[in-house]
C-alpha cells in the first residue's frame, strides 16, 4: 500500500528555517517525481515544488524560489523541503506528493499520492 508520511513541521519564528522530509513506501520511489505542496486557512492548495526522478531537475514556486530547496535521495525513499528565510505568509499545512513519470507538474490534480500534512506556523 502506498503511504507518504511528512515529518519536521513545527512553530518557528519569522526568518527562521525548517526542514521537512517525506519518508515514502509502497511505491518505486526512483520512478516517482516528487513534490511539496501546502494550503493556508481558507485557501486551495497550492503548488512550491517538484523534484524529478533522480534529483537532477527542479521547479520552484515563485513564492519561495531562493528561500525553499527540495531533494531526494532514493536511496533512502525520502524526499526533504529545506525551508529558510521563513515568513508568517508560509504558515500552512505542507503536503508531500507523488507522481509517476518525469513532468514536473504545479497542477494538484496531476499527482497521484499524498500524504496527510504537516503544520508548518511561523510566527513574526
Known amino acids: 500500500q502506498e503511504q507518504l508520511v511528512e515529518f519536521g513541521g513545527g512553530l518557528v519564528q519569522s526568518g527562521g528555517s525548517l526542514r521537512l522530509s517525506c519518508a515514502v513506501s509502497?511505491?518505486?520511489?526512483?520512478?516517482?517525481?516528487m513534490g511539496w505542496f501546502r494550503q493556508a486557512p481558507g485557501k486551495e492548495r497550492g503548488f512550491i515544488a517538484a523534484v524529478s526522478w533522480i534529483g537532477v531537475s527542479t521547479y520552484y514556486a515563485d513564492s519561495v524560489k531562493g528561500r525553499f530547496t527540495i531533494s531526494r535521495v532514493n536511496a533512502e525513499n525520502t524526499v526533504y523541503l529545506q525551508m529558510n528565510a521563513l515568513k508568517p505568509e508560509d504558515t500552512a499545512v505542507y503536503y508531500c506528493?507523488?507522481?509517476?513519470?518525469?513532468?514536473?507538474?504545479?497542477?494538484?490534480?496531476?499527482?497521484?499520492?499524498w500524504g496527510k500534512g504537516t503544520l508548518v506556523t511561523v510566527s513574526s
Open positions: 509502497g511505491l518505486t520511489f526512483s520512478s516517482y517525481t
Open positions: 506528493a507523488a507522481r509517476p513519470g518525469g513532468a514536473l507538474a504545479s497542477q494538484v490534480t496531476m499527482w497521484d499520492y
